[in-house]
């Protein structure tokens, strides 16, 4: 019975500072947290920690944001999404079924359906760099530590090895990735 009064104060304080909660009963937002104005945060989402989402993002529902997880203005974060100690920029697009950890996001990023950041090699944490303008096609599965340059692309399925980088405004597809040359505008 506590949990949920101390729950619902926090949701209540972060609702009357601007930001719509769908439905607070289905919805964990930790004290640590900070959510700018207008953000609308979706059912069965839970934000961890010391997560910081900006002004006027969509997140979830079922989004999961875990603690060192920022957020920048106008980025939504979709459906059965998870996010761990990263970086995600301004006007980003992480729609669903996609695990970002240990990664900064650059600003206009579309993280593509099933997206993985496979960060973690079984003894150390690894860091994924996704530059600016880039698109990671759906299923990518970036192994750390890798760098996705500015405008750069992934085909769908492509996987990204690691210590591989993807030059920007390249393409790179396949199994492992291979650079097929110039993102086409």
Do not use: W, Y
């Amino acid at each position: 019975v506590a949990q949920r009064i101390i729950r619902l104060r926090i949701l209540e304080k972060l609702m009357l500072a601007g930001v719509t909660i769908v439905d607070p009963d289905t919805t964990v937002i930790d004290a640590g947290v900070k959510i700018g104005m207008d953000t609308v945060i979706k059912p069965f989402t839970v934000i961890e920690g010391d997560a910081h989402i900006g002004k006027k993002c969509v997140i979830g529902p079922f989004a999961h944001l875990r603690p060192q997880t920022r957020i920048a203005d106008q980025t939504e974060i979709g459906n059965f999404t998870e996010i761990s100690r990263s970086r995600v920029g301004s006007e980003c697009f992480m729609k669903h079924f996609s695990f970002i950890g240990d990664a900064v996001v650059g600003d206009n990023v579309n993280i593509g359906a099933g997206v993985v950041t496979a960060n973690f090699d079984g003894k150390n944490k690894h860091k994924t760099t996704i530059g600016n303008g880039a698109f990671v096609g759906s299923d990518s599965i970036l192994v750390a530590p890798v760098k996705i340059g500015k405008n750069a692309l992934t085909g769908a399925g492509c996987v990204v090895a690691k210590t591989k980088t993807v030059p920007d405004g390249q393409v790179m597809v396949g199994v492992p990735g291979r650079i097929i040359g110039k993102k086409k505008i």
